[in-house]
């Protein structure tokens, strides 16, 4: 997870990481809870939370977790931290502030 984002807590014993993954500029909450450990195949579980009405964060920041998971072993690999591209964001911004602007200006 530290490759997408940040490791609030994590219990080993129990197979468990808390953190938060970036999509734009907000936070998911991320829970993955993983069972089976050892020799056997292990089950890895994601749950994400987002304040977005759709989930679109949380369904982007699982996406992109096991992306990132079936991509360990790749040389090279560099895994996606934002989820969107910054210039996507940087347009968002601007627009935002522009749409400020002329509501002030249309107040006073």
């Known amino acids: 997870m530290l490759s997408l984002g940040t490791v609030t807590s994590e219990n080993a ?15 998911v ?9 050892g020799d056997d195949p ?4 994601f749950q994400g939370k987002s304040d977005d009405v759709w989930g679109a964060a949380a369904k982007n920041a ?4 096991f992306e990132t998971l079936r991509n360990l072993d790749t040389p090279g690999y560099q895994a996606n931290r934002r989820g969107v ?7 968002i911004v601007v627009i935002l502030f522009v749409i ?7 107040i006073v």
């Open 13 to 27: 014993s129990a197979g468990v990481i808390d953190g938060h993954i970036a999509f734009g500029m907000q936070k």
């Open 100 to 106: 400020v602007l002329a509501v002030v200006g249309a």
């Open 62 to 65: 699982a996406k992109r977790f």
């Open 42 to 45: 292990t089950l890895v579980v």
């Open 29 to 37: 909450k991320a829970h993955v809870s993983l069972a089976g450990m």
């Open 85 to 91: 591209p910054p210039l996507v964001i940087i347009v």
